[in-house]
Every structure is written in C-alpha cells, then in structure tokens.
C-alpha cells in the first residue's frame, strides 16, 4: 500500500486481487469536477499524472475500470431502539480517509454478540445489554471519529505533525503501535493517535 499527499489531495495505491490494484484519489468539495462521468474521469486522471511518483507507479497501467465518485458525510447515530441495533458505519459512519471502517464493523460485532448472548439469555435485561453495547461503542468510537472528521478535511499537514510522523517511521515498535491504533487493534494512548500534534 502507499498513499501520497499532494496539498488536499490525497492518492492512496492498494494492490488487490488479479494483480489489480485499487487507485483512491481523494479532495476537498470545492475541487470537485464539473458533472458527468467524462469529466469525472479526466479530473481523476489529470490528478495522478499531476504527482511524478505516482505517474511513474503507473506507467503501463491499464484502467480496468470507470472512476467513480462519492461524496462521504462523518454520522454517528443512535445505536438500538425497539427491535433494532445498529452496527458498523451504519451506526458509526466515517470517511473512509482514516480506513476505519471494516475494523469498527468486526469490533461492533464481537461487542454486540456478546450483548445480544446476554439479553436474550437472560443473564441480563436487552435494554441493559444494549445499552452495555453503545456505551462501549461509543468509548471505542469517539476519538476515532474525531481524527478521521479531523483528516477529512484535507488540511496540510504541520511541521508538528510530520515529525511526529518521521519519528514514528523511524521506530519500529512506534510504528507497530500507530498501525495497531489506527486498524482499531488497539486504543488510542493518552497522547493521541499520533502524538501531541493531534
């Protein structure tokens, strides 16, 4: 995987199955192209030849499939009520600039089984099952969610932050660590999820 930042702009290069890979580019609104799948594609192909590095990752490339675009809103939502529980983004939705989602999902499920195991068993009442299941989705959830509305923004990265960044490359089990916080392996520590700068 590798993922380049370009000002707003952020292009991230994931290698899949059949020895595709998914190409993600991704930009604040205001940059939006006009309507239409052609200029939908000819501003997400101008944009990758716009990083010499990521052109360069793509020469010979062959575009297997049509751009598409899509417009991501941060939600959080109620988690159960009378005969539902909500799990995942649908309870839980984040853009997907922190790659947050399938993680939260499997993490929601665990919880949820659990509590779904209690209240119908009867070792203790739904509701305060339920209510056992938001509480700690929500402990789970809530600084995640903060830094990916925060990342979300595209706003240029600081001095503070790229060094908080180029030390954690720099050390192996610092960077063991930020990769477990931020697939949801781990909670965040004391000091965030990268450091003071955030």
Same mark, same amino acid.
């Given at each position: ?38 200029? +939908? ?15 360069? !990752? ?41 790659? +947050? ?13 659990? !509590? ?34 925060? +990342? ?47």
């Amino acid at each position: 995987m590798r993922v380049v930042f370009r000002g707003r702009r952020g292009i991230s290069l994931w290698p899949t199955n059949d020895a595709l890979t998914v190409v993600s580019l991704v930009f604040p609104p205001e940059e939006a192209p006009g309507p239409g799948r052609s200029a +939908q594609a000819g501003f997400y192909a101008s944009s990758l030849r716009e990083v010499p590095e990521v052109e360069q !990752a793509l020469a010979g490339a062959e575009l297997v499939s049509t751009p598409r675009a899509a417009a991501v809103r941060n939600a959080r939502r109620r988690a159960h009520g009378p005969g539902w529980v909500l799990a995942g983004d649908a309870g839980h939705h984040k853009d997907p600039v922190s790659a +947050q989602g399938i993680s939260d999902a499997f993490a929601d499920a665990a919880v949820l089984a659990d !509590a779904l195991h209690a209240g119908l068993s009867g070792s203790a009442g739904l509701d305060e099952a339920l209510a056992g299941y938001t509480a700690t989705r929500d402990a789970q959830r809530l600084e995640a969610f903060a830094y990916t509305c925060e +990342q979300a923004e595209l706003r240029p990265f600081g001095a503070d932050f790229l060094n908080d960044l180029a030390r954690t490359a720099a050390d192996e089990q610092a960077a063991q660590a930020f990769l477990n916080t931020f697939v949801g392996c781990d909670a965040p520590s004391d000091a965030g999820w990268l450091g003071d700068s955030h």
